[in-house]
Structure formats: structure tokens, C-alpha cells
């Protein structure tokens, strides 16, 4: 087996964690927010593994993006739909939602109260999920 096919495995199974996870917290997060339920060590440990599968995905990512034979830098780059994706539209969704995913976690834990630390995790990992849905529909590929 060689290393792209090392990261791409990698990258395809971490998706798996990574949305179980998110629609998990999700959940949960709307759950306390609408109950007013208090923000539990399981809450934390919840958006903390969603971090860390993120940010693992990050990484696996970035070297599939660099060994790829998908991505593409040229004159037909962005003229070719596939090419396209791959070089700029999945990149730049993917790291939106890193980001997103990351500042949910870093600011609720700054938040005084529990009501807002479940908002904020459940309005931010809403938004991310919502650019994962929108992005796999625009590659025309499947979630599962």
C-alpha cells in the first residue's frame, strides 16, 4: 500500500467519526439549549472528540491535497468541473468547517453561561454540517 492510499483510507474512514460526532454534539447541544439543560463533562468530551477527529482530518487533508492526483494546478484547472473540486471548492468548504468546528469548541468553553455554551456549539456545528451536506452534493457524491 503506498501513502496516498495510506491518507486517503484514512481521510474516508476519519468522515465516519467525524460525522457521528458532529451530529452528535449537534443534538445534544440543541437538546440543552432548548431545555436549558446544564453543560455536562460529557458535553465537553463530546466537542473535544469532534475537535480532535476534525483537526486529525485536517491534517490527512492537507497531505492528500499536496499527493493527489486530483488536484491539479493549470490553464484547465478551473475549466474542468472534477479538477475544479478538488483543487479549490472541497479545500476551501473543508477548511471552513475546521474553523467553524474549532471556534464552537474554543469559544463556548469561554461562555458564562451553559444555555450559551450549548447555543454556540449548536448553531456553529449546525453551519458546518450544513457546508458538508452542501459540499458532497456539489461533488455529486454520496455521504455513505
Known sequence: MNTYS???QSHSYLRYFILIC???VII???IGWLNNKP???FDNKLS?????FTHLQLVAGLVLYF???FVKFGSETMKDKM???WTVEHITAMIIVVVLITIARSTSKRM???LAKHKRLAIFNLIALIIILGTLAMSGRRII
Not at 473535544?48 to 480532535?52: A, H, P, Q, S
Request: zero cysteines; hydrophobic letters at 55%; glycine letters at 0%.
Open 112 to 114: 458564562p453561561t451553559d
Open 6 to 8: 495510506i491518507f486517503l
Open 67 to 69: 499527493i493527489s492526483p
Open 48 to 52: 473535544l472528540y469532534l475537535l480532535i
Open 83 to 85: 479538477t475544479r473540486f
Open 39 to 41: 453543560y455536562t463533562a
Open 28 to 30: 445534544k447541544s440543541f
Open 22 to 24: 458532529l451530529v452528535a
